[in-house]
């Protein structure tokens, strides 16, 4: 697989380093974005974000320069959100969970057994995209770009088909997610939390077994690497790419606009190239060896699936905006889906 895909490539686009020599002067005269990802540092991810970093550049003649910190060295997302508001980091490309602390209902986007194809992503963003824009930009952030990040599957050190699978292993439970935290609770399993920079040690060490991950994120923090069972897709991961609002509203207006323009042409690219990637990568684990497991009672995880959506209302999300969801996404139903629960137009 192409290693320089990642959330923060796909997301933020323009994250890296500058091209070509530059004198003190013109450096001086620089506005350095300092962006914090999850993503590894490799020699392809830095000539791609050099590119884009390059044309950011030439449209703004050299007034605007990203510079990226790496693989969670400025910490897990809940530490990168502290210290956007406390101007030490400017832009990140964030969870739905994280993003849920300046857009209060943005873990609609990953509500249970919401959405099974990615046209019902898409019009779902496109119908909240201003809304919940307007309430980021209220709350101290400016969001250049929503992002997913393929789709979620559970990946095993050992088969995991039922709760009971679940129940008497070591899951990773991420802190940060609500759905995740009522989830175990509703079906009564013990996780174990871990923030994403120490799930791979986790893995390692046998502290945990069992994780929830796309395909090409696993591929990127290395999480398959110590495992070997793979499930059917349950969600799909989204986020937004985000800004603070204080550093955006230092750049001129020109700039602002140069940095849109440039997320406008070619964010769609990027993401198809992403969703692409998820798939290959997913066929990629099954010709190496991984075990696709599908799920025993499978009605049965559909079932627990909507009631954690139901259950969520009033909690994370409001009743309308669900109802708003959903009538947008049944437009969709006879799309194909590989997503637990199978056909849609069955429904």
């Not at 550049?57 to 959100?81: C, H, P, S, W």
């Not at 009743?319 to 959903?326: D, F, M, W, Y």
């Amino acid at each position: 697989m192409r290693s320089w895909i990642s959330i923060g490539v796909l997301a933020a686009l323009l994250l890296g380093l500058p091209g070509g020599a530059r004198t003190h002067a013109e450096v001086e005269a620089q506005t350095v974005i300092k962006v914090a990802t999850m993503a590894p540092r490799t020699d392809n991810v830095v000539m791609e974000e050099r590119k884009w970093n390059q044309k950011l550049m030439e449209q703004t003649n050299g007034r605007i320069q990203f510079r990226t910190y790496y693989g969670g060295t400025a910490g897990d997302e809940k530490d990168v959100l502290r210290k956007i508001r406390a101007g030490q980091i400017d832009a990140a490309p964030l969870g739905a969970q994280t993003v849920a602390a300046f857009v209060r209902q943005a873990m609609i986007l990953m509500a249970p057994r919401t959405f099974y194809n990615y046209k019902q992503v898409d019009a779902v963003r496109a119908d909240l995209e201003k809304d919940f824009g307007d309430e980021a930009y209220k709350n101290g952030f400016k969001i250049i770009s929503w992002w997913d990040a393929g789709k979620v599957r559970i990946f095993s050190k050992r088969p995991v088909q039922t709760f009971a699978d679940l129940r008497t292993g070591r899951p990773w439970l991420y802190p940060e997610s609500p759905l995740l935290r009522e989830f175990y609770k509703m079906i009564q399993v013990t996780g174990v939390p871990l923030g994403l920079n120490e799930v791979y040690g986790g893995l390692q060490t046998d502290m945990i077994d069992t994780v929830w991950i796309s395909s090409v994120l696993a591929m990127a923090f290395r999480w398959h690497s110590n495992t070997k069972f793979i499930s059917p897709p349950v969600s799909i991961i989204q986020g937004a790419f985000s800004i603070s609002r204080k550093t955006w509203d230092k750049l001129s207006a020109d700039d602002q606009k140069a940095i849109l323009d440039l997320n406008v042409a070619n964010v769609g690219r990027f993401q198809k190239e992403f969703r692409e990637a998820d798939e290959k990568t997913f066929k990629r684990f099954l010709q190496r060896g991984f075990t696709l497991m599908p799920f025993k009672e499978n009605n049965l995880w559909e079932a627990k699936g909507k009631e954690l959506r139901d259950k969520m209302v009033g909690r994370i999300y409001d009743a309308a905006l669900l109802k708003r969801v959903e009538a947008i996404t049944s437009k969709y139903n006879d799309e194909p889906t590989d997503m637990v629960g199978g056909s849609l137009a069955a429904r």
